[in-house]
């Protein structure tokens, strides 16, 4: 019988190509939003807080949990996926609960992550206009 | 009124405002109001804005921030105050795409609840062969290599 588990073992210039991947993409901050998913990827921490969703979804403090890192650093990263369009956010009550976003590494994705946030933000800056002007502060 | 029918992405928002639906709604067609939310930034070194609210009726923001200057265009292609808002968008100088945005907005308790689509028709690249499975099994085995060389 062949041993199998050697015949996986990787080649030196595979682990060469493997590990430079990530390196080199990182290294590019060229334009476009699929560079972003390069940044997003390039990261352990971001990395393992995509296969903990790959596991399925999960609300930010279970997210952070096992990492010896604040959980506001571990928020930061989450924004970063996000904004990649990597992972997705829903409120669902009071809890905010993240998921791998499906169609995750494609512009089409991208541009829709970026123009919601768009949005957003110009409807807080409304909202808190429609608040002044109510109290008669505008 | 027709709307294309070339393949589409669509962003939605949902958010609910503390302030009535008729409120929510003039906010987009007032003039010095809009500009102040609707295509501005804290940045913004002169902002110009021309809105004449109707149905059929056309709008041009001008803003100017880090020495660049946006223009927004549109007509309103359906106007049903205070539920219902439709418009083109469109940035010349910048890109031939045109998006069109729709809102719809309901009473609230003593809010207003707006729904916005955000539509495009521009031409986005298939997403990648990969996806997340392939990915994963790209990092799966990285983490190997990564194992069987410590």
């Known amino acids: ?138 | 009124m027709t709307r294309r029918l070339e393949p589409k992405t669509v962003a939605t928002v949902v958010y609910r405002f503390d302030a009535p639906p008729q409120d929510v709604f003039d906010a987009w067609l007032d003039p010095d109001f809009a500009g102040k939310w609707w295509f501005t930034s804290p940045t913004s070194e002169m902002n110009t804005t021309r809105i004449d609210g109707r149905l059929g009726g056309e709008y041009e923001i001008v803003d100017r921030r880090d020495g660049i200057t946006y223009r927004a265009i549109g007509t309103f292609i359906e106007f049903e105050r205070p539920s219902r808002l439709a418009f083109t968008f469109a940035m010349p100088e910048m890109s031939d795409a045109v998006d069109e945005v729709t809102i719809t907005i309901e009473s609230d308790g003593d809010g207003s609840r707006m729904t916005l689509e955000h539509v495009c028709y521009r031409d986005f690249k298939e997403p990648y062969e990969s996806g997340w499975g392939m990915m994963f099994g790209e990092l799966d085995k990285l983490l190997r290599i990564r194992a069987t060389n410590k």
């Not at chain 1, 790959?54 to 890192?69: C, D, H, M, Q, S």
């Not at chain 1, 571990?74 to 992972?87: D, G, M, N, P, Y």
């Not at chain 1, 976003?101 to 994705?109: F, K, T, V």
């Open chain 1, 1 to 138: 019988m062949d041993g199998q588990g050697l015949s996986d073992a990787p080649r030196p210039t595979e682990l060469a190509s493997a590990t430079a991947y990530l390196q080199t993409e990182a290294m590019n901050l060229k334009e476009g939003s699929l560079d972003q998913t390069f940044i997003a990827l390039a990261d352990p921490i971001r990395r393992a807080i995509l296969a903990r969703l790959n596991l399925g979804k999960a609300r930010v403090t279970e997210i952070a949990e096992p990492f010896p890192i604040s959980l506001n650093s571990v928020s930061k990263h989450i924004r970063l996926l996000e904004r990649a369009a990597l992972v997705k956010r829903e409120k669902i009550g009071r809890e905010h609960i993240l998921s791998l976003n499906p169609s995750g590494l494609d512009e089409a994705s991208a541009w829709i992550e970026e123009t919601k946030s768009l949005w957003l933000a110009r409807f807080d800056t409304l909202n808190a206009l429609l608040l002044k002007r109510k109290r008669g502060e505008l």
